[in-house]
């Protein structure tokens, strides 16, 4: 009898634990949402010893994939991996240190033909029917590549290749239910660039390599999908289980 209850009591105690292990899963995938981003970034005069820092700041595409994790009904965590281009334009001529003059003509000054970030984010949110407005933190790191000896016929100027270095910003958004799942989402953002190179900045005597920092703002449109639940706030539906428990 002893053995038996013993037995018992192991398989007992196997079931609650599967079981809790079951809800932790679905309750991990409840909180997670991945997103799609695209939109338009246009970045801030470069601060640093680009000499050729332009004097505006043309429109740039920009894509962004997101993971997020919502930590609680306050407060959400994840990572935002973006693509973008930063460049400027210049009414006004510059002397070139390989001869010549660029600018003034309407050609742009690429500072990076591809410029890619990875940034953890912290958010804080509130919720709203169905869905919620957040905003916070990002910090992270960014690279900037590009084949440097070549340009294209909208081009007067490219920077080197390489350039990299720390990204920070904020970040502010609502994300609404379209479907169970599937919701849209809207964002506006800010991050400030620091960009370090190898190469030396021209016309800086004495020689000096590279080094600049920027802002660039972006606004972007995408899609929100939850891995399970719904993309309606998950907070509600605790609360209305509370409301029938009772």
């Known amino acids: 009898l002893d053995i038996i209850l013993v037995a018992f009591n192991i398989a007992f105690m196997k079931c609650i634990l599967l079981s809790l292990l079951s809800l932790i899963t679905l309750q991990a995938h409840a909180q997670v949402e991945l997103g799609l981003n695209l939109g338009m970034t246009i970045n801030t005069r470069p601060n640093g010893n680009l000499v050729y820092e332009g004097d505006k700041s043309p429109a740039s595409p920009i894509a962004s994939l997101k993971g997020i994790y919502n930590i609680d009904n306050v407060w959400q965590a994840?990572?935002?991996?973006?693509?973008?281009?930063?460049?400027r334009k210049?009414?006004?001529?510059?002397?070139?240190?390989?001869?010549?003059?660029?600018?003034?003509?309407?050609?742009?000054?690429?500072?990076?033909?591809?410029y890619t970030s990875v940034c953890g984010l912290l958010n804080g949110k509130i919720v709203h029917r169905n869905g919620y407005f957040y905003g916070g933190v990002a910090a992270g790191y960014g690279v900037a590549?590009?084949?440097?000896?070549?340009?294209?016929?909208?081009?007067?100027?490219?920077?080197?290749?390489?350039?990299?270095?720390?990204?920070a910003?904020?970040?502010?958004?609502?994300v609404s239910g379209i479907t169970s799942k599937l919701g849209w989402n809207v964002e506006a953002s800010a991050r400030r660039l620091d960009l370090n190179y190898d190469a030396k900045a021209p016309k800086m005597n004495p020689p000096a390599e590279m080094h600049y920092n920027l802002?660039?703002?972006?606004?972007?449109?995408?899609?929100?999908?939850?891995?399970?639940n719904t993309i309606q706030d998950r907070e509600q539906q605790i609360q209305d289980a509370m409301n029938i428990g009772g």
């Open 78 to 87: 994840g990572l935002d991996i973006s693509l973008s281009q930063l460049k």
């Open 90 to 114: 210049s009414d006004k001529e510059y002397d070139y240190h390989l001869g010549g003059t660029i600018g003034g003509d309407d050609k742009s000054f690429v500072l990076a033909k591809t």
């Open 145 to 167: 590549r590009h084949n440097s000896g070549t340009l294209t016929g909208n081009e007067s100027y490219r920077a080197p290749d390489g350039g990299n270095g720390l990204v």
């Open 169 to 174: 910003g904020v970040q502010l958004g609502w």
């Open 215 to 228: 802002y660039s703002v972006m606004l972007m449109v995408g899609l929100r999908y939850r891995l399970s």
